[in-house]
């Protein structure tokens, strides 16, 4: 296995995520530059290695490849899915930390209305209506 494999895609997936979490345009279109960049000086020692444990020692379209054109194959095979994969998770994230604030502010303002309800909601029970200290457990 070539010991360039796992740099090669952890480090510019790793600065592509540290991207999706800047919040200034300037940092983030740096770091996704730096990214690509990043793989593309891996993949040059990458490509290297593997021609000097070859399957065809004559080919040198793989080296070229690599050494014109390596930038954007690290942009489109890391960088950009991994950019985006963490937005969506972000995305995903702050949609349901809302939702969560929204039924919280919703229980808020029934306990605004009825202070007991709030009470007992938390542990799932509520007042009997016969008697107005004793509590019912949670229907089944």
Do not use: C
């Not at 899915?81 to 929204?102: C, D, F, V």
């Amino acid at each position: 296995m070539n010991p360039y494999l796992i740099p090669l895609i952890a480090l510019p997936a790793g600065i592509a995520l540290a991207a999706s979490l800047m919040a200034t345009k300037v940092w983030k279109w740096f770091l996704l530059l730096s990214s690509a960049f990043v793989f593309w000086v891996i993949l040059q020692p990458f490509v290297q290695w593997a021609f000097l444990h070859p399957f065809d020692p004559n080919d040198g379209g793989s080296k070229t490849f690599a050494l014109f054109f390596g930038w954007a194959y690290g942009l489109i095979l890391v960088t950009i899915p991994t950019y985006w994969i963490s937005k969506g998770a972000q995305s995903l994230r702050k949609k349901m930390s809302h939702e969560n604030r929204q039924q919280t502010d919703t229980a808020d303002s029934q306990a605004r209305a009825d202070p007991n309800v709030r009470l007992h909601e938390k542990r799932g029970d509520e007042r009997d209506s016969t008697s107005p200290n004793r509590i019912r457990g949670p229907e089944r």
